[in-house]
T-cell receptor, first 114, second 113 residues
Framework: EDKVVQSPLSLVVHEGDTVTLNCSYEVTNFRSLLWYKQEKKAPTFLFMLTSSGIEKKSGRLSSILDKKELFSILNITATQTGDSAIYLC??????????????FGQGTILTVHP | DGGITQSPKYLFRKEGQNVTLSCEQN?????MYWYRQDPGQGLRLIYYSQIVNDFQKGDIAEGYSVSREKKESFPLTVTSAQKNPTAFYLC????????????FGPGTRLTVL
């Protein structure tokens, strides 16, 4: 059974801190890893990672994948209160047919205090 | 404005009643998905559909049913057979089948009274 585990489950920091969120996975036929940010309702897409060692960046957020050790990290530098959200990690199992499926982790609840 | 819409935002149901959650997308995406989100458990896949008139069970399909008569629409029915239906339900779509970014609707919070 595919499994995705995120840590920590919750994190409280102050504005300006840097945080690292972790995601480990055990997925057969692994194809890609996705990060989402969920504030109140719909998760919004952040990154899709398919290759090891290539950092993806978007402003203060960056992420990298290690396919040998089966994990990914999401870094947020100079955190702001607007970064407070649940961060979801999901791994894509390509499956034996043309469709695979995403398995989600439990999420990390990040709270940024002013 | 392109996107995924879900309705209603909040839904209350008495035990023993079936309810249908709506999901519509105007992104021209082929694939659509239904997830259930419970606190501390992340998202779990209920059903997915790769093309019109075809759908497949996900990990927790028992007590749910779906249809896909139109490309834009993928309604989910929560039946009385679902033992613990109170949850947040999210619909998603992706351009095509396979390893592609999924985009989510705003969700429906279902509470069984």
């Amino acid at each position: 059974e595919d499994k995705v585990v995120q840590s920590p489950l919750s994190l409280v920091v102050h504005e300006g801190d840097t945080v690292t969120l972790n995601c480990s996975y055990e997925v057969t036929n692994f194809r890609s890893l996705l990060w989402y940010k969920q504030e109140k309702k719909a998760p919004t897409f952040l990154f899709m990672l398919t290759s090891s060692g290539i950092e993806k960046k978007s402003g203060r957020l960056s992420s990298i994948l290690d396919k040998k050790e089966l994990f990914s990290i999401l870094n947020i530098t100079a955190t702001q209160t607007g970064d407070s959200a649940i961060y979801l990690c999901a791994a894509f199992n390509a499956g034996g047919t043309s469709y695979g499926k995403l398995t989600f982790g439990q999420g990390t609840i990040l709270t940024v205090h002013p | 404005d392109g996107g995924i819409t879900q309705s209603p935002k909040y839904l209350f149901r008495k035990e023993g009643q079936n309810v249908t959650l709506s999901c519509e997308q105007n992104l021209n995406h082929d694939a659509m998905y239904w997830y259930r989100q419970d606190p501390g458990q992340g998202l779990r896949l209920i059903y997915y559909s790769q093309i019109v008139n075809d759908f497949q069970k996900g990990d927790i399909a028992e007590g749910y049913s779906v249809s896909r008569e139109k490309k834009e629409s993928f309604p989910l029915t929560v039946t009385s057979a679902q033992k613990n239906p109170t949850a947040f339900y999210l619909c998603a779509s992706s351009i095509r089948r396979g390893p592609d970014t999924q985009y989510f609707g705003p969700g429906t919070r279902l509470t069984v009274l």
